[in-house]
């Protein structure tokens, strides 16, 4: 496609231009330092211009800023976000220091929102906004991991301890019934797709891999804020894409001045946070003979969980050069991240390159030009920890299960096989299981802007995003795992994700009179998606050597081949939208969007949906019969209402598809041609408030949300040809809660500066109107729960109510018993967290700053599949078993069959420490500036009765695409740890 | 420099608005085809056999343990799965199968009313491609098996012709006027099928003696689907049968060796074999290995799942010198070399033995891995790994690569069933015919098998449990000698008026469940279904 063409030479002609920037003519420099007047800390991103003129300059990391002007200039304006403005008399000096006062914190701050930016006071909607230096510390992996815990309403659950692991995003709770409940990312200003080219993994006898994270290409080095948009008002600009809320990530742009460099490396080391209570060989013993059993006492002593898990060195270098004038800013970063997980092998390399420009030409700077460039390859060691196997299958599950009085390695030094076994060594999976993808994302955008009138600015962005995925995953023929020993498995696969993504937009701001301002905006957009791959597996090779299977594919038996391919149906979105605001004197605001989205993946009936929001706020401190009042320095009330979309059913789903099968074909699908958008309506009612004082902040929403043309893959009529169709069904999931968020500036004192920030959000999720039969999800794995799930939707309870029976304890015999003898199953829990919190607090002393970022959540319940399934009481004898089984009141009988119930429904409350982190601002160390080191422990401590590896946990568990949620087995487990670094300037 | 502007913001319009070119929304499928282009590619090579083949595999889900053939099978008095302490609870599913306590709501009888009825809905769909008259035979052959099934099991069959829009709520065809439908279809596509096993077609292609068979199994089981709580037997519809099985008795005759018809090579060998589904080793087919996966204890070899067995019941209706009791039959791949000679099909009782180097085999917990006769629903004690006789209906595939994927045809119809059904369509009041008598076909078949030959046949016995004695072979008992774990057991126990009778493991069970319940995932989106009575 020639788009791709003009993409890749408008970015080879941009570097050009990034080049020539290096060198200036001057004719007077003043240099000086812009600091915080309240602690004298340096201010950074301050603006320094020459009164009069559009000359001028920005500070850098440390404050300081050189500029050079006309000899016959006497003052500079010294401005900043979030600060006064001051004019600064230059006559006959050639370095002055300027120290500004902050005016008000958090209201005069930008913050981007769809298409556009904001001043936070401008803002009708309900947007919270992360900068860089809230975000949370440590080894970030993924720039969602940033904002968890910072956002009221925003749940952010790391799903594994594995590098890279997928989170769950949920913004003001559980919307959708079927996938497609995270939040659309947008990087600046380009939404992206939300799919990973890492192909899926499903290797003989394991199971499914879990997915990787979509955003883990991003480096979290190069993100300078992220926005939530939560209400209508904020998110209908998004149309179809919008009902669950809109993360905006704005990367790090180059500030006027002389190229900066900055550098920043951290080392650490994690290790499993907290190991699974499984008996150890005395304990082992001792149960054996409680339990009179004559065999399982093989007379070592071993502890297989330590022998999988490992300590996990991690390594970060991150490179920055940037700089720019009054004609161009560019910024060039390279990140590098080695993070060992773990689990042995396990690790997550990434390397980042990060290029972006913002240009303005011609004599009237009304052309402007703008590229940002992203890159990153990963390279992604897995290891068979999946999400469905049964009681072999996954490395965590062996080492629990293996019998703790058995030798891992037999005198010899040879590992513990014993051919034909049921048992799996852990340490045998994972020497002979290797799993390797490398990813490559580039992310590419072009934009072209021109100022047609002082009211009037056009935009064009275009963006490529491509994502190319291989993986290739062997597993050795040594492994006792039934279609694996003897035989081995060799699997090389390819993904290709592609998204294009056109913009138009007019932007229109005019003062009508002397009191009312209106903007407006209008805006075209064309997306396009697609995702193909292909791969090969086999067994039986020949070699058992060192030569890699997937190296060899030939040399395996041709009958155990299989090869596939795929190419989904690409997907075009065509939208048209529109914003309209209007400011009367600051007082009273009133925004209006609407957009019209047509999708190729609708139904030919429904071709375009519409989604249209209003809002209003009131600056009531802005009034006449404020004055005077000294109490609060803002006083905002906003309401807000709109209808947003949820399109998240794959495409292809509105037309007949007849698929290709092993020399067959045969039509695959119900056609639906009156498929649409799931449809949001939103209300939210909103209070955001500053005392005069600066001493507290905040805010406090309301929200309804009620979800209807609920998209569901439902029953088919039979005859059909399958079983389930995509359709649009009446009934409503209803959101309701308030967020509230505090801030607080507790001390301000030169020396000394400590401020905290609360929030929490109460959250309630309901099913509604639904008259269908209950839908099954939450699906348990293992031994003796084929087929068994744990979670339904149905009408009157929250989305994923857990539905199983009601464990009543042991009788005398040892063996479960349940309420109505489990004849009956109840509704008995709900995975979605009633509150949702967070809190942040820093304090700085001197130099000396320390950071600490809780978060938690409480009124839910987590489902332990782990406990169920695989180190249940029978398991004594031949492999282990939990230590909560042991020792109880009522010896619990070896043949109690495992079935799932309410004795393994824990509460999944929890309070965690998520990361502290002390720094020590060194200052400047001969070249270096802003020299800083850190120390930073993660997941310090956490406060949970939840008895599994951590209550932030969940397992996909899937059926047939209805998510679940809150279930936790067998995971990757969670991690704590450390790490140092340090940063500078040059 | 006003013109350079003008210049420029002309040629970002250009390039701008060259972009928009507002795109129709056409959705681009890729990997598969619309409607239109099937249609036309289809119809460009005269050729549906790739939409025919898709429809053969959907037959393919009978071959796993949890399926069709559990509900006819494990619902018996001769299979079920024991809940095994820690195995196979799976929730209860399996119990409440053999416990006559299933619901609407129940896995099993939902996946597999939604697998048959995708069946009927490809077969019919194959009749919108202009397909030659033999393979529109074909597809209505697999549509009346399909839809036949699904009567047999639900009294039920939703049906829709070629062409129907798929989001309107089909017609019902219930009963026995279901019956006569299969029946009428089957008359009308047998003379255009293709040629069956007798003349040199495939087994696993629908052929004219498969539809014989079928219009057997029809006649004899149209009482029971008008009225299954007492069926009657028309004499018409007894001769009927009769008459065909006449006519199929001059191509076929009952194998030496019975098992030959379940060995991986049975589509060269299996000469009983009239209807079957194709495997193909280490290369495609069905989920075969259940057949032995689902009884096999985890030590054994091959390594199994440790769940299905028998009865003992079952087991003591056997003579020894029955051949359908077990033999040792050679291992087809010579992976299994079997020292110690024991059987390697049919029943698995006590001490049970490494088919590699002759080793007795122990279970999980180092106890003898001996099979006992006794077996309860929910297993508890110590031996709960070992209980109940197990049973290995198919030859195992050994053969290197074929674990996954054995070669063994999964068996719908055999000839024995003609035979069998040929004596009991007599019994029942219809008139026999070239000179052979219910006792004589009885007997014609318990010769080859290596069983005493009886002095008079009968319908069954008093007690359905009861071993056959004195001579006198019933033809329930001989079909459950003949055919154990084949997936006829439930039609026959209804057919016989014993399927709600209590067995050792089950009381008496109410009448509603001589049929499933409809689904209710089924039941809320087609208003024309109504709940089984009960239900």
């Given amino acids: ?986 | 420099m006003k013109h350079i502007q003008k210049s420029a913001i002309a040629l970002m319009l250009t390039v701008g608005v060259g972009f928009v070119s507002c795109t129709k929304l056409e959705e681009k499928l890729n990997s598969s085809l619309t409607a239109d282009q099937a249609q036309s590619i289809l119809l460009k090579s005269t050729d549906v056999s790739v939409l025919l083949q898709a429809c053969y595999d959907g037959l393919q889900g009978f071959q796993s343990q949890d399926v069709a053939t559990s509900l006819q099978e494990n619902s018996s008095d001769e299979s079920l799965v024991p809940t095994r302490g820690g195995d196979w609870d799976d929730n209860g599913v399996w119990r409440v199968i053999h416990a006559h306590t299933w619901n609407a709501d129940h896995a099993q009888v939902g996946g597999v009313f939604n697998n048959l009825l995708g069946v009927v809905f490809n077969t019919t769909n194959v009749l919108n491609f202009s397909p030659s008259a033999s393979q529109a035979a074909e597809a209505r052959f697999i549509r009346a098996f399909a839809m036949y099934t699904v009567l047999d099991l639900y009294g039920q069959v939703p049906f829709r012709e070629a062409g129907e829009n798929l989001l309107n709520a089909p017609k019902v065809l219930k009963g026995a006027e279901a019956a006569t439908f299969i029946i009428s279809e089957l008359n009308a596509i047998k003379a255009v099928l293709p040629n069956g096993p007798s003349a040199g077609g495939p087994a696993f292609k629908a052929n004219k003696d498969a539809a014989d068979v079928l219009l057997m199994k029809m006649y004899l089981n149209k009482g029971a689907y008008g009225n299954r709580a007492a069926p009657t037997f028309d004499a018409a519809d007894m001769n009927a049968a009769i008459t065909i099985a006449r006519s199929l008795s001059t191509k076929y005759t009952i194998s030496a060796n019975v098992w030959d018809n379940y060995a991986p090579s049975n589509d060269v060998i299996g000469k009983e074999n009239i209807f079957t589904n194709q495997n193909i080793g280490g290369s495609r087919g069905g989920n075969l290995r259940a057949a032995w996966y689902k009884t096999n204890h985890y030590n054994m070899n091959k390594s199994g799942w440790n769940g299905f067995t028998t009865l003992a019941a079952v087991y003591d209706k056997f003579e020894a010198t029955d051949t359908r009791l077990g033999v040792n039959y050679p291992d087809p791949a010579g992976v299994l070399p079997n020292p110690k000679g024991v059987n390697t099909t049919g029943f698995l009782v006590g001490q049970q033995y490494d088919l590699k180097t002759g080793a007795a085999l122990q279970d999980r917990k180092g106890a003898p891995l001996a099979f006992t006769r006794a077996v309860a629903l929910q297993e508890s004690g110590n031996n709960l790994e070992v209980t109940g006789i197990r049973y290995w209906r198919y030859v195992v595939d050994n053969k290197d690569g074929n674990d996954g994927q054995p070669d063994n045809d999964y068996v719908f119809f055999r000839y024995s069933d003609v035979v069998l059904m040929e004596a009991e369509a007599i019994l029942r009041g219809g008139t026999a015919q070239g000179g052979v008598t219910a006792l004589s076909l009885v007997n014609s078949l318990r010769a080859k098998r290596g069983a005493t030959a009886a002095t008079s046949v009968t319908l069954k016995n008093a007690d359905q449990n009861s071993p056959d004695a004195g001579g006198v072979i019933t033809i329930l008992n001989e079909r459950q000698r003949e055919f154990h774990w084949d997936g006829w057991r439930r039609q026959d126990q209804i057919r016989f008026g014993t399927f709600l009778a209590a067995n050792a493991l089950k009381p008496v069970t109410d009448a509603k469940y001589l049929l499933y319940p409809i689904p209710n995932g089924a039941l809320a989106v087609n208003p024309n279904l109504t709940q089984n009575p009960g239900y």
């Fill in chain 1, 1 to 986: 496609m020639n788009v791709k063409m003009l993409a890749r030479l408008t970015l080879v002609g941009l570097f050009a231009c990034v080049l020539s920037l290096f060198s200036q003519a001057q004719n007077k420099t003043v240099s000086g330092k812009v600091t915080d007047a309240k602690d004298g800390s340096p201010l950074a991103g301050a603006s320094v211009v020459v009164k009069g003129s559009k000359t001028g300059s920005q500070t850098g990391a440390d404050g300081s800023f050189k500029i050079s002007i006309p000899a016959s200039a006497t003052t500079l304006v010294v401005s900043s976000v979030g600060f006064g403005s001051q004019n600064v008399d230059i006559q006959g000096k050639t370095s002055v220091d300027v120290s500004l006062a902050a005016t008000s914190d958090n209201i005069g701050e930008v913050v981007v929102i769809g298409y556009g930016t904001a001043r936070k006071k401008d803002l009708t909607g309900a947007i919270t906004s992360v900068k860089a230096k809230d975000f949370n510390q440590g080894p970030i992996t993924t720039p969602d991991q940033l904002i968890q815990g910072k956002v009221a309403g925003l749940q952010v659950i790391n799903n594994s301890g594995q590098p890279g692991s997928p989170t769950t995003i949920r913004i003001r709770g559980n919307s959708s019934v079927r996938s497609g409940n995270s939040p659309l990312f947008v990087i600046d200003g380009i939404p992206l797709d939300g799919r990973n080219a890492r192909p899926g993994l499903n290797a003989n006898g394991i199971g499914q891999t879990p997915d990787a994270n979509p955003l883990y290409f991003y480096n979290p080095n190069d993100i300078a804020s992220m926005d939530v948009l939560k209400d209508a008002s904020a998110t209908a600009i998004y149309g179809s894409r919008g009902a669950n809320g809109v993360i905006m990530i704005t990367t790090k742009k180059g500030s006027v001045g002389a190229p900066k460099i900055d550098f920043s490396a951290n080392i650490g080391q994690n290790t499993v946070r907290k190991k699974y209570k499984v008996l150890n060989a005395a304990e082992y013993k001792a149960a054996l003979s409680s339990y009179a059993l004559t065999s399982g006492n093989d007379g070592s002593d071993v502890d297989a969980q330590d022998a999988i898990f490992r300590k996990g060195f991690i390594q970060n270098y991150n490179l920055g050069i940037g700089g720019g004038n009054e004609n161009g800013k560019y910024r060039f970063s390279l990140g590098y991240s080695d993070q060992n997980g773990v689990i042995l092998k396990s690790n997550l390399k990434k390397y980042n390159i990060g290029m972006n420009g913002q240009y303005k030409f011609l004599e009237s700077k009304r052309l402007s030009l703008d590229f940002n460039l992203l890159a990153a390859h990963n390279t992604d060691i897995g290891v068979p920890v999946t999400n469905d196997a049964g009681f072999q299958g996954n490395l965590v599950g062996m080492a629990l299960q293996w019998n703790p009085t058995r030798a891992l390695y037999k005198s010899t030094g040879a590992l513990n096989v014993v051919p034909g076994e049921s048992v799996v060594n852990p340490l045998a999976m994972s020497a002979g299981y290797d799993d390797v993808a490398d990813i490559t994302n580039i992310f590419a955008t072009v934009g072209l802007g021109y100022k047609l009138t002082n009211n009037l600015d056009y935009k064009f962005n275009i963006s490529l995003n491509t994502q190319t995925g291989v993986r290739k995953a062997t597993e050795a023929p040594y492994i006792t795992i039934p279609g694996v020993e003897g035989r081995g498995f060799g699997f090389y696969a390819n993904a290709e994700l592609n998204s294009q993504v056109l913009q138009h937009t007019l932007n229109y701001n005019k003062q009508l009179t002397s009191a009312l301002n209106m903007t407006a905006m209008l805006g075209y957009e064309y997306q396009k998606f697609s995702y193909k791959g292909s791969g090969m597996s086999a067994q039986d090779f020949t070699n058992q050597g060192d030569v890699s299977f997937t190296s060899i594919m030939q040399n395996s038996s041709a009958a155990s081949r299989s090869i596939y391919s795929w190419n989904d149906p690409s997907s075009e979105l065509q939208s048209y939208f529109g914003r309209i605001g209007f400011n009367y004197e600051d007082k009273y605001l009133l925004t209006a969007t609407f957009r019209a989205d047509g999708s190729s993946k609708f139904g030919a009936n429904n071709k375009y949906g519409y989604f249209p929001s209003a809002a209003f706020a009131w600056n009531i401190h802005n009034e006449g019969f404020m004055k005077g009042n000294n109490t609060f320095s803002s006083l905002k009330l906003r309401a807000s209402y709109g209808v947003t979309g949820n399109s998240s059913f794959p495409a292809g789903s509105a037309q007949s598809q007849y698929t290709f099968g092993q020399q067959s074909i045969a039509l695959a699908n119900v056609a639906n041609p009156d498929l649409k958008w799931e449809s949001t309506k939103q209300f939210d009612l909103g209070l955001d408030f500053e005392l005069a004082s600066g001493v507290l902040y905040g805010s406090v929403d309301y929200f309804n949300r009620n979800t209807t043309n609920i998209l569901f893959n439902f029953d088919a009529i039979q005859p059909a040809p399958a079983t389930k169709y995509w359709v649009n069904l009446p009934g409503n999931v209803k959101n309701n809660g308030v967020e509230v968020s505090l801030g607080a500036a507790i001390i301000k004192k030169k020396d000394l500066q400590w401020n905290a920030q609360f929030n929490i959000a109460f959250l309630s999720n309901k099913l509604e109107n639904y008259t269908g039969p209950a839908v099954l999800t939450g699906s348990i794995s293992g031994q003796g729960l084929s087929g068994a799930s744990v979670q339904r939707l149905t009408s009157g309870q929250p989305l994923n109510a857990f539905y199983m029976k009601e464990f009543m304890g042991l009788d005398q015999t040892g063996n479960s018993t349940f309420r109505d003898n489990g004849n009956t199953l109840y509704y008995i829990g709900n995975p979605n967290p009633k509150q949702l919190f967070g809190l942040s607090t820093d304090l700085t002393y001197k130099k000396w700053s320390f950071v600490a970022n809780f978060n938690g959540a409480a009124g839910h319940d987590i489902y332990n599949n782990t406990l169920n399934a695989l180190i249940p009481i029978g398991n004594l004898g031949s492999r282990n078993v939990a230590s909560s089984l042991i020792g109880g009141g009522v010896k619990e009988s070896l043949a109690n069959p495992i079935t799932t119930s309410t004795r393994y429904l824990e509460k999944g409350d929890y309070l965690k420490l998520a990361n502290l982190s002390a720094s020590y601002n060194v200052g400047t160390l001969g070249a270096l500036k802003n020299v800083r080191v850190f120390l930073t422990a993660t997941n310090l401590f956490i406060i949970t009765k939840y008895s599994g590896f951590d209550p932030e946990v969940n397992t996909d568990k899937n059926i047939g695409g209805v998510p679940s949620l809150g279930i936790e087995y067998t995971p990757y487990p969670a991690v704590k740890g450390f790490n140092f670094g340090f940063n500078f300037n040059l």
